[in-house]
T-cell receptor, first 113, second 114 residues
């Protein structure tokens, strides 16, 4: 399984932007970058995914480096509800790729009021 | 918004007993998964299920574990003879398809083995 590296923890203030980094230097050409988050006492929740271009949805934006060896999840205005563990996960959607999500330790985001 | 529901939210069982954890995936989803998270540790994949059979399983998913989709709505995980180390949060997930389709998770069943 391709490996990702994330900081153990980050802190932010409410209503400020948050940039959560992820390194994936061994990413293969067919790997997509997925982000999930896990709020306290809940199951993981899908946030966003992308291949090469930057992606936006109602929850967040995903900025992917040109060489694809790193990416950044951007929360434009953090709220208290965004306090969670954020996981960066590589997935290969091609035939023969695994269906499982491989979770690392993720980044624990604390949002201060 | 449709969601994955899991019951019970907390199950307490004596070591050696059988336990069945239940899940109702999102209705039009075709792929089903079980994961577990031991307290303070990573979320770990157990098994995936498609077209009424196991499509992938991890080393954790040994002969003590089984999965079933007994009807059109439920998806169950059975542990035949529970051990202390089976104590964990068990998450069910489902997805519409394979590949980049997001997996939607339930809020889990906390399994405590005494």
């Amino acid at each position: 399984d391709a490996k990702t590296t994330q900081p153990n923890s980050m802190e932010s203030n409410e209503e400020e932007p948050v940039h959560l980094p992820c390194n994936h230097s061994t990413i293969s050409g067919t790997d997509y970058i997925h982000w999930y988050r896990q709020l306290p006492s809940q199951g993981p929740e899908y946030v966003i995914h992308g291949l090469t271009s930057n992606v936006n949805n109602r929850m967040a934006s995903l900025a992917i480096a040109e060489d694809r060896k790193s990416s950044t999840l951007i929360l434009h205005r953090a709220t208290l509800r965004d306090a969670a563990v954020y996981y960066c996960i590589l997935r290969d959607p091609t035939q023969g790729g695994s269906e499982k999500l491989v979770f690392g330790k993720g980044t624990k985001l604390t949002v201060n009021p | 918004e449709p969601e994955v529901t899991q019951t019970p939210s907390h199950q307490v069982t004596q070591m050696g007993q059988e336990v069945i954890l239940r899940c109702v995936p999102i209705s039009n989803h075709l792929y089903f998964y079980w994961y577990r998270q031991i307290l303070g540790q990573k979320v770990e994949f157990l098994v995936s299920f498609y077209n009424n059979e196991i499509s992938e399983k991890s080393e954790i998913f040994d002969d003590q574990f089984s999965v079933e989709r007994p009807d059109g709505s439920n998806f169950t995980l059975k542990i035949r003879s529970t051990k202390l180390e089976d104590s964990a949060m068990y998450f069910c997930a489902s997805s519409e398809g394979f590949g980049n389709q997001p997996q939607h998770f339930g809020d889990g069943t906390r399994l405590s083995i005494l």
